[in-house]
């Protein structure tokens, strides 16, 4: 949903990362190239590492300085976020031939609903009524200003994803790598 001016502001930017992020977890379940899988698998460990990095560096602090209870949603939402790393930090390394490799998908996806419910039924609601909409408007700016700095991996069938490798790489490591690029924290440069 896009408010009035036509632009988008902050939790219509996160609210179609989940739409994206949980379609692609379901289709992967039904997709039996092992190849496709785990390109599908790396998309959704690139698509999932920035939304969280985002979620952290420019929501977090508005939700903590605007919801009356936003220290404990940030910190609820925190340990979310680590459970779906931990797992994603398993994925990255399995066979996506191998039967862990299914069961991990499926808590990804069980992990990201109870996620996309909190955050869609609790916390964005209060953000837009709380937070003035030129700030919710930059704070879509930034998110997206983040994406070009390690850009989501390419949609498996996307014709070349050369930038994508170049910058990160495939594989064992993914997730420290996008988020050292995405946080600044820089440990290899
Ligand atoms: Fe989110
Ligand atoms: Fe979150």
């Keep these: 949903m896009t408010g009035t001016t036509g ?30 899988r785990r390109d599908m698998a790396d998309t959704v460990i690139s698509e999932l590492v920035r ?3 985002a979620e952290e560096m420019f929501v977090y602090p508005a939700m903590r300085k605007h919801l009356p209870n936003g220290q404990e949603a ?11 790393e931990r797992t994603m930090k398993e994925l990255e390394r399995v066979d996506s031939t191998d039967a862990r490799f299914d069961e991990l998908i499926a808590q990804l996806s069980t992990i990201l609903a109870d996620h996309v419910q909190d ?23 930034k998110v997206e200003a983040a994406k070009k700095v390690a850009p989501t991996r390419p949609h498996p ?6 930038v994508f490798h170049m910058l990160v790489g495939p594989g064992v490591g993914l997730v420290d790598r996008l988020r050292d690029k995405l946080s600044g924290r820089n440990t290899e440069d």
């Design 51 to 53: 939304h969280s990095v």
């Design 74 to 84: 940030v910190e609820h939402d925190t340990q979310e976020h680590k459970e779906l």
């Design 119 to 141: 955050e869609e039924s609790e916390q964005f609601p209060q953000l837009r009524a709380r937070v003035p909409r030129e700030e919710l408007v930059q704070m879509a700016g």
């Design 7 to 36: 632009e988008q502001d902050v939790v219509d930017v996160l609210t179609s990362d989940h739409r994206e992020v949980t379609d692609l977890l379901g289709q992967i379940s039904g997709t039996s190239d092992p190849e496709r």
């Design 157 to 162: 069938n996307a014709p070349n994803d050369k």
